[in-house]
């Protein structure tokens, strides 16, 4: 019989009941690498081969499991042991078998003596790599298109919003699908849009749709960082690494690690953080200030900013190789301005969270008609802000000077204000608000163009912006 089995097409090898191989044949010599010179006679052991120890085959395929393969065909409490109908049968993973990763199939079947008791078994073997490599294509593809399609489903179950996106044009219906997409893949996005927009809510929704939903969500607005603290706060540091560095401190790449960097107005980031930041992102690893340990962080950028980036590579100030890095997926936030139809809804949502109690008030048609024929330079986050104080006054106020005609509740018509007030600090502050609101809407609220052209820094923006109800 084992005669026979040395002319097989196909790969076998037979061991005796000392677990050691009595016959290895042409077919399995070329499959595996290994010779039957090398083969005959050896068992559970490593034997040094050409001056390289190397595993023997015999030792990963059967040896580790010839007990098991021995009590699956006998009947333990039976003497003598009595044969278990039936064959073993197995697939593994071995590693640069005769120079290639391979699958490997193998089929064991017990040899019998006279009294019909086990004292060995051939073993057939099969290289299944390529199927593997099917089947493993065919799962993930399924698996991508089956994570599309719930996601798409989602979508579509609810035109009218997407998480805690609302608006049912027909360019949001185009941004759902995509952020679909992206949440069904883990490669990095690009959110365009003007200021107020709700780019932060897009990279909110990708992260909770996507796999990484479990792990951190870190947001970092770029433009908000001194340039000196970039590579500390990015990287973090070690105590000692510099003054006042009194203790350590994780940096953002470290509390993204398996999740999603959210790098809002990444236009912001300076060259020289776009090369440290590229190279940490693309495999090169980063260190902490004042450390020697080189991490690898396994994070997802989603990117927002309101500039456009393509010419700003173009000008020099983002560097091609971080552009291509980062402007995988872009997806286009269309301005409130272009999408009006969607007005209603929004608006109905913002009095519904804002209201006091469980009635929603009712606007008048007047109201209504200044909201509709309002410009909304400063998008979906000026909307909740003049939502806020009509609730709060029950006046639409757009302090802006060409909307100087307010809509009451009361009259339904234009109420002018004052130009001559006598109370002095009121009037300051109205035209301080009214400075800012000018200069935002010609910067189409960018913040960091803003405070540069009224000379101040961006945090004393910020605190006047919140000061006068604009954030």
Known sequence: MLQLLQCCPIAQFA????????????????????????????????????????????????????????????????????????????????????????????????????????????????????????????????????????????????????????????????????????????????????????????????????????????????????????????????RGAFTGAGSDKEGFLCNADAGVLFLDEIGELNSNMQVKLLRAIDGGGYTPLGSNEVRYPDVRIIAATNRDLSQQMEEGQMREDFYYR???IPIHLPPLRERKEDLPLLIDHFLTIFSDDDKVPVLPGKVIEALLNYDWPGNIRELQNVIRRYLAIREIDFSNHRNRNNATEDSGATNDKKSDSTDLKKSVEDHEKKVILNALNRNRWHRSRTAKEMNVSRKTLFRKMKQHGLM
Request: hydrophobic residues 40%; charged residues 25%.
């Open 326 to 328: 980062i402007h995988i």
């Open 15 to 238: 061991l005796g009941e000392n677990h050691r191989i009595t016959m290895w044949n042409k077919a399995c010599e070329i499959l595996t690498g290994f010779s039957a010179s090398e083969m005959l006679g050896t068992r559970r052991q490593w034997e040094p081969f050409y001056n390289n120890p190397r595993p023997v085959v015999a030792d990963l395929i059967i040896d580790r499991n010839i007990d098991e393969f021995f009590r699956l065909y006998h009947d333990k409490e039976a003497t003598p042991s009595k044969i278990v109908p039936g064959a073993w049968e197995a697939t593994d993973f071995f590693p640069q078998m005769a120079g290639k990763d391979r699958y490997i199939y193998f089929l064991a079947a017990p040899i019998l003596n006279a009294d019909g008791i086990i004292i060995g078994a051939v073993e057939t073997l099969q290289d299944i790599s390529e199927q593997k490599k099917l089947e493993e294509h065919i799962r993930q593809e399924s698996e991508l298109l089956r994570r599309e399609n719930i996601n798409l489903k989602s979508a579509i179950s609810e035109r009218y919003r997407f998480g805690d996106i609302i608006g049912k044009s027909q360019t949001m219906q185009k941004v759902y699908e995509l952020i679909a997409k992206a949440a069904a893949s883990d490669t990095n996005v690009i959110v365009y849009g003007e200021s107020g927009t709700g780019k932060e809510l897009v990279a909110s929704a990708i992260h909770r749709m996507s796999d990484r939903r479990e792990k951190n969500f870190v947001q970092v607005n770029c433009g908000a960082i001194p340039e000196t603290l970039m590579e500390s706060e990015f990287f973090g540091y070690r």
